[in-house]
Each structure stands twice: as structure tokens, then as C-alpha cells.
């Protein structure tokens, strides 16, 4: 079974500079992608100062409401929750969602992050899907790593496939090594890279070992850099995978989206049949 998903930190559908309204060019820019499943981050459930302000440019419904339209289901993780409304992670499905729940993994009183767990009845099984948001400082994400693999564990079978995406704001890459360990993932960039052949082998040579496997640079959207965003599968093949950027993505978020093409391995689908 093929399978397109999207990650994508949405900036809380207003722009970078000035903070002006793009959720209606971003609904625009999310069907483009054409994606099956779409895992968002920095979703605004509500807020009434821009509702107010930029009443015409705003939607009445919420931003996932908005953004998944007739064609995907719309599940929400409210974790930043202020006088004047409220934001989180979300995810839209073409499939249904048969279940979904919210961990609040916020390490202190400066940064409300959750884990938007939701289960996809896909054609071929049951998929779960992990929507992450990180936060900004080393000691909190390794904490907040740590609380998404018992999370994850707790949560879905042994070897059920699983995809965890979102952003995870780890510039240094220190986390991936320990979902891979611990959850058997494999990152959607890892395949990438040449892992096997002659340049694989001239590094064993010159005693410098494998290389070390990089996630995409997604930030920011104007002249990505920076590595915050991610993929991780399991029980799932990598077809494809490639960073949405240029003048379009820049305007519409700080964060460029991340789009793959999945396939769910067959061993996987058997024992799903």
C-alpha cells in the first residue's frame, strides 16, 4: 500500500515578519501536497486578537477545522492554552481516525509541548501516528525524547507500524540515535545517504567508518539551515522524501514542510490481513 505524508510547522497560519494571516494560502499550499496524512505543528485552535483584527483573512472554524476541508479528518493536541486562545499539534487524515489522545510532555512553565498520539484505519492496517513538537533546550528534549519512546511503546504494539513526525527543534542531532535504538525507526533521510558502494568503501579504508546519517536542513523556509524537522517510520519502506522550499514556502511559514512517499512493508501487510 503507498502512503503520502507531510510534516509541516505551520507558524500558527501567520506569516514571519509582521504576522500577517496566510491560512488561506496555506490550505491552498497543504492540497498541493496531496498528501494522505498531514502532521502539523503550531495548529492555532483559537485566538481572538487576529480574529478580531484581521476579521475577513481569518476563518471562524479553527485552523485544523479549516485546513482539512471535506477530503481529511481533523484531530487536535491542545497544549498552549492563553487568555486569548490556544494552539497545538494536529493531524488531517484521508483515512479514518479510530482513536486519539494528547501527553502533556511540557518540561517547565516557559514551553507547553504534547504528543498527539492517533491510530489510522488505513485500507492495509491500523497505523499509529505520533505529532511532536520538541522543546528549545537540549536538557528538555532528551527528557522529552525519552517520554515519546515510552509514549510510543506503551502505545502501540511491538513492530506495529508506527510514524512519528514533527518538529523537534534538535539542530545537533542528538536525538535520532536513541529512536532508533529504543523504537527501531528508521528517518526518512537515512536512506539518502550512500551507505553502501565504493564510497562506503573507501571510508572503511581511510579507517573513518560509516557516515553519519543527517536529517534535512527545514529552517528557515527562506534558505534552509538548519535541521528541525523529521519523519521517523517503521514498517514502512522510504520511497521518497524531499524539502518543500522557495519564494512560495518562505512567505507561508519559518519552517519548510517535509513531504514522503511511503510504501507499508509486505511482511507488515500480512500480518495485517
Known sequence: ?????????????????????RIHALKQALASMEADILFLQEVQGRHDKYAMKHAALWPEQAQHQFLAGDSHQAVYGMNAIYDHGHHGNALLSRYPVLSHSNRDVSDHAF???GILHCIVQTPACDLHCYVIHLGLFARSRKRQTEALIEAVTASSPPGAPIVIAGDFNDWTNQLSDSLRNELGVTEVFDDNLPSRGFGAYLRTLG???????????TFPAALPWLR?????????????????????WAKLSDHAPIVASLELKSRELAAAM
Open 1 to 21: 500500500m503507498k502512503l503520502r505524508i507531510a510534516t509541516y510547522n505551520i507558524h500558527k497560519g501567520v506569516s514571519s515578519l509582521r504576522s500577517m494571516p
Open 111 to 113: 514551553e507547553s509541548r
Open 207 to 217: 579507517g573513518r567508518g560509516p557516515k553519519k546519517m543527517t536529517p534535512a536542513r
Open 228 to 248: 528541525l524537522d523529521r519523519i521517523y517510520v517503521r514498517g514502512l519502506e522510504i520511497e521518497s522524501a524531499k524539502v518543500l522550499h522557495g519564494p512560495m
